[in-house]
């Protein structure tokens, strides 16, 4: 038998081969049906004699250590095997075309398009290496365009072969593990240990090629190649292209250099240097000089500057600042990025992520750990962040008065731990929604909350409530002045978020005009204050008579503020500031199978959250965000089959859609007090738009719809009035009498509720464990109840079937086996897959596809949040002009 024959005949059960689609160095490609899946796979089968060479038992058990990468630019592994003596793997079948069958046809590609491939593939690189992968085959063959998104094909073959028995023979035999145009001079010296920055190389060169036209060396034989790799140094870009920037000129040399100590540290610093002049480390004297002139060289300036005061700030201990200078001169103004490790890089939570020491010394962060989140500290004039011990879970850091000690909130309780070392302490519960904490000088702590301000001992006690919001009122953000005696805040109600003070002799929360949120006090009389937009102002401010004395004036635009309200800045006393960019381009919506395979489901990104499919599976609701603003929402329809979007509503206040079970309406919160205020209610509107929105529920309280009925009678939904302090379970009829009826209330917070496909049960969250779980009821009841989650869970959905309920814990996504007939019982509890999708404070924001092997979730936009920008001294020309 030939081997195709002999495949077909060994795989009947579980591939049906169609045609041959092409051959490579290392394995013949085939056009295959997954019998099992009905799906179009891509079937590869490994050249006999490299098979011989490797082992294909031992290639194929390195092979599944890159099955589990699982990344929107990565083409996944299916499936791996041998079948009568031929070994093959199994990835997805992508209709599109190769990044060489594009430059086949077009030569060359706009810098734009360029760049964005190159950052999309270097997102994918990193992913991979911050998991142990290194590709070493990056070449434009590898490089998949599906709908003009890039994907990474082959993650694995060359690092499963590198890792083999055989890897030593197959290089002895003449067979090399790369492309020489896109080797790295150590991997074409056969160098064992090859390092991610091989694949910063290999990306360097497919980006000189999609500039340039051809690969930064090429010749006659491969010998040839590698030459010229080992010796030569690359063509100016900017001389054969005159439009190419000079920073992206300056990102493809340094990806380029030959010693890899010399490059990128990482692929995502590579794709930042490409967006971000500032970005880019300060090129050696040695480097070929770039051919400027005018604008050119003003840029280039510009770059180096930028890297000359990160270099003075990360690498030399903050030089520029610390060392003395004449009496009498202002300190010099610094600017620099830190660069986090995107294991540990912010992460988003309620409030601020960042929190400066009052003495400038450290700042301290919210960041990513194993199992969710923790804090790190990172001292001025450290390279590293340090997680602190005991803090994982954590949100709302905050220093005391002296700098020693860290408070922030754990578990529906605030605590403390000294930064020098220590045991996390209890000072008081906090359960419900926390709005920041302030440690005021007499060592008595300021917590915000859903129902006022409270106060409580830094030594731990029962907090007492000092101030009360006014009706459809939240207090937020709370910030001690320097002596004590009053507290700033943001009074946020009625669609406004102004400035306020509390005077604490008296208890009056004395509100201002100045518009603005989470205020920050400098001495020497200014309250920095930010909005949603990420713009960031300084006001001057009396802080004896409690008033704003001047004209705001600008100190930053790119702050980044989420969409459940975060303001990722910290500031010290003095003025030195410390936030988060916001270079985001929001989120994109994936479809991940049970399994963690991802794959864009849109083909734009934007701040989206809360997604729901609709009934037919074709289409997805989400919330989105306007700019990022957070007193502008709508609900827009994205159109899963022709990837466009529609606005669905557009009184910018409307959040949170369900659909109706037969697809035709869409029900949605209104908030017409502006986002995050109490006074809402809910509307359900046709979803083809062709009539006004109707009102459902108009009952006084916070509202969020959650789901229809079978049939579409009713709806149910949660929340509150202003005067409840817990979250209940509400019904109310789509037609007749629509008098809201209380499902599920008690004394404590009941949420998410989630229908059965029958309507005969309903899954929910509660916290009266201490923390939130899933249970399941029968629906409308009465009857007992079952827990489903056992350590923590949220965001609850049945399966089609009924069959299944899956609900989150932190980042992973699990699947509750149940038994819902002649009673109820739970079985096996498995997690399906876990990774970075986006959650939105505990509220649901994923769905499940009809045929329940898919999940809708939303992911960050790469490159959005791994950098800290800190700026020192910017205050002291700002007293000095208004002494």
Avoid at 250 to 256: I, V
Avoid at 305 to 334: E, K, M
Avoid at 555 to 569: E, H, I, P, Y
Avoid at 571 to 588: K, L, R
């Amino acid at each position: 038998m030939t081997a195709p024959e002999r495949l077909v005949h060994a795989l009947e059960d579980r591939y049906r081969i169609e045609r041959e689609l092409g051959s490579g160095g290392m394995a013949t490609v085939y056009l295959a049906q997954d019998v099992r899946h009905n799906r179009k796979v891509a079937l590869k089968v490994l050249r006999p004699e490299l098979a011989a060479i490797l082992g294909g038992e031992r290639f194929l058990k390195e092979i599944q250590l890159t099955a589990n990468l699982q990344h929107p630019h990565i083409l996944a592994l299916h499936d791996s095997g041998e079948a009568d003596g031929i070994v093959y793997y199994v990835m997805p079948f992508v209709e599109g075309e190769s990044l060489r069958d594009k430059l086949n046809r077009e030569k060359q590609l706009s810098v734009d398009e360029a760049v964005r491939i190159t950052r999309e593939v270097a997102s994918a690189l990193d992913y991979a290496h911050r998991h142990g992968v290194i590709h070493r085959d990056v070449k434009p063959e590898n490089i998949l365009l599906h709908d003009g998104s890039a994907l990474v094909a082959d993650f694995g073959i060359a690092f499963a072969a590198s890792r083999s028995d055989g890897s030593t023979r197959m290089t002895e035999t003449g067979m090399s593990l790369g492309t020489p145009f896109y080797m790295a001079p150590e991997q074409a010296m056969g160098e064992r240990e090859i390092t991610p920055r091989a694949d910063v190389y290999a990306l360097g060169c497919v980006l000189y090629e999609m500039l340039a036209g051809e690969p930064p060396f090429t010749g006659p034989t491969a010998q040839a190649i590698i030459a010229r790799v080992m010796t030569e140094t690359p063509r100016s870009l900017t001389l054969q292209r005159h439009t190419i920037p000079a920073h992206v000129e300056a990102a493809a040399r340094m990806a380029l250099e030959k010693l890899p100590a010399d490059r990128f540290t990482s692929a995502s610093q590579f794709a930042d240097a490409l967006t971000h002049p500032g970005s880019i480390p300060l090129m050696t004297a040695a480097s070929p000089a770039v051919a400027l002139t005018g604008a050119g060289r003003r840029r280039q300036r510009l770059i180096m500057a930028s890297s000359l005061i990160l270099a003075a700030a990360t690498g030399a201990g903050l030089w520029a600042v610390a060392r003395p200078r004449p009496a009498g001169l202002p300190r010099q103004v610094v600017r620099f990025g830190v660069v986090l490790p995107r294991d540990a890089e912010p992460v988003g939570a309620t409030g601020s992520t960042i929190a400066f020491s009052p003495d400038g010394s450290r700042i301290v962060y919210v960041g990513k750990a194993p199992s969710g989140q923790r804090l790190y500290v990172r001292g001025m004039d450290q390279v590293d962040p340090v997680p602190i011990p005991g803090s994982e879970g954590a949100i709302l850091p905050f220093f005391s008065a002296d700098s020693r000690t860290v408070g922030f909130k754990q578990d529906n309780k605030l605590v403390k731990v000294a930064l020098a070392g220590g045991p996390v302490t209890p000072l008081c519960d906090a359960p419900g929604n926390t709005y920041g904490a302030t440690w005021l000088p007499g060592d008595t702590i300021v917590f915000a909350s859903d129902t006022g301000l409270f106060e409580v001992p830094a030594a731990g006690g029962t907090p007492r409530r000092i101030a009360k919001p006014d009706s459809g009122e939240t207090l937020l953000w709370p910030e001690a002045l320097p002596d004590g005696r009053a507290v700033l805040l943001s009074a946020y109600g009625h669609g406004s978020l102004k400035l306020a003070v509390l005077v604490r002799t008296s208890g009056q929360v004395k509100r201002l005009a100045q518009v603005g949120g989470y205020p920050r006090y400098i001495n020497g009389g200014f309250v920095v204050l930010s909005d949603p937009s990420g713009l960031v102002t300084a006001v001057p401010f009396d802080a004896k008579r409690l008033e704003v004395t001047g004209a705001a004036l600008p100190v930053t635009d790119k702050l980044f503020t989420s969409a459940n309200g975060d303001r990722n800045m910290g500031i010290s006393a003095s003025g030195d500031m410390a936030f988060q960019s916001s270079v985001t381009s929001g989120n994109w919506l994936l479809l991940v199978d049970r399994s963690g395979v991802a794959r864009p489901a849109g083909s734009d990104s934007g701040y989206y959250y809360n997604g729901r499919i609709s009934p037919d599976g074709k289409r997805v609701t989400v919330s989105r965000f306007t700019d990022a603003n957070l007193g502008s929402v709508d609900i827009w329809i994205l159109d899963l089959k022709q990837r466009v979007r529609t606005r669905l509503t557009f009184d910018t206040t409307a959040d949170y859609a369900v659909w109706s079970p037969d697809g035709r309406r869409i029900a949605y919160q209104r908030s017409p007090g502006g986002f995050g205020a109490f006074a809402t209610s809910i509307y359900w509107v046709l979803a083809d738009g062709s009539s006004p929105p109707e009102s459902l529920v108009t009952t006084a309280g916070r509202w969020f719809p959650a789901t229809f009925e079978p049939g579409g009678k009713a709806l149910l939904y949660y929340g509150r009035t202003q005067e409840q302090t817990k979250s209940a379970i509400w019904r109310v009829a789509t037609s007749g009498d629509r008098t809201p009826q209380q499902v599920l209330a008690s004394g404590f917070n009941n949420f998410s509720p989630a229908l059965s496909p029958d309507g005969k049960w309903m899954a929910y969250v509660s916290d009266e464990s201490g923390r939130p779980e899933v249970y399941v009821r029968p629906y409308p009841g009465p009857g007992g109840r079952w827990q489903v989650s056992l350590n923590g869970g949220v965001e609850p959905v049945w399966s089609p079937n009924g069959r299944e309920i899956f609900y989150r814990i932190t980042d992973r996504m699990m699947a509750a086996a149940v038994r819902t007939q002649g009673g109820f019982e739970v079985g096996n509890r498995t997690e399906l897959f876990s990774g970075g999708y986006n959650q939105f404070a505990g509220m649901r924001d994923y769905d499940v596809t009809p045929d329940g092997q898919n999940f809708t979730l939303f992911q960050q936009v790469q490159g959005a949040a791994q950098t800290v920008y800190v700026t020192l001294n910017w205050f002291d020309q700002l007293r000095r002009e208004h002494r």
